[in-house]
């Protein structure tokens, strides 16, 4: 049933294994996923999107109480000719290398793909969200997930403050991190790209704004947010061309910026498809 190309390895039993001990430091240091351009996937959805996504998997290793379960699994997401490695692991091992509990029982090791700017292609009518110093993994990965389902041609990471391929980023991104184009870069670079390509810049500001169903989003067009605590920066608010803002009708003056940034793309996905019809 597993026609693919696999090396099978010997029971893994020991944590000082040089093979567990690269998992762990990817597992723990942002650094060492830069510096060996690796990252580390688990969950079915997750490295189903990551496959989806023709992300390179380097190795997987595999609980081995769970060989039949793991193997069907990727018998059925994997490229036919894929050359990878699979590593069976030993109870006490899978327990220190899975970052997340209830895993099915792999974690794959996987080559970190890496979104240009100058590579960059958009559409004539793009809408692309711009982040500025998110903060959060948790949010920056729920954010992720509303930018796929909403077909967000691209995301621009400015001045980023956590690490792209963070395993919370992964987790609460659904794997949508692998999916989407996403581009880490200064906020000038972000600009000059967008100011180049005439895309309108709408900022979330809480002053000198308009409700953010005020705004015509038909056109092609940048939506940019900014972190709970501190909002956008002056580069931002005085360079776009429309400060928008969400209504309040409670005592805060602020929500969840994945939640903010969901119902600002929304409104422009509800407009365009106004505009279709």
Request: overall charge positive.
């Amino acid at each position: 049933m597993f026609a693919r190309k696999i090396v099978l390895s010997e029971l893994i039993t020991s944590l000082q294994n040089p093979k567990i001990k690269q998992i762990l430091r990817l597992q723990e240091k942002a650094s060492e996923r830069k510096k060996q351009k690796l990252t580390l996937v688990e969950g079915k959805i997750e490295i189903a999107m990551a496959v989806s996504a023709s992300a390179v998997i380097q190795s997987v290793f595999y609980l081995q109480s769970k060989e039949n379960e793991v193997k069907s699994f990727f018998a059925k997401q994997l490229p036919k000719h894929a050359p990878i490695n699979f590593w069976a692991v030993s109870e006490n091992v899978f327990a220190k290398i899975a970052y997340r509990e209830n895993s099915f029982g792999a974690v794959c090791v996987v080559q970190t793909p890496e979104n240009r700017l100058a590579n960059l292609a958009l559409s004539e009518n793009a809408l692309v969200l711009v982040l500025e110093s998110v903060e959060k993994p948790g949010n920056l990965g729920a954010i992720l997930r509303t930018a796929d389902a909403a077909g967000i041609e691209a995301v621009f990471l400015c001045n980023r403050q956590t690490d792209l391929f963070n395993p919370n980023v992964i987790r609460a991104s659904l794997g949508c991190v692998f999916t989407q184009k996403i581009i880490t870069c200064t906020n000038q670079d972000a600009f000059d790209f967008l100011q180049n390509r005439n895309i309108q810049l709408i900022a979330t500001a809480l002053s000198a704004s308009v409700p953010y169903t005020a705004v015509n989003y038909r056109k092609p067009t940048a939506i940019i947010m900014g972190t709970e605590a501190r909002g956008l920066s002056d580069f931002w608010l005085e360079k776009a061309h429309q400060n928008i803002i969400i209504p309040m009708q409670g005592r805060i003056d602020s929500m969840n910026v994945s939640v903010a940034t969901a119902i600002v793309v929304f409104e422009a996905i509800r407009q365009r498809a106004l505009n279709a019809c």
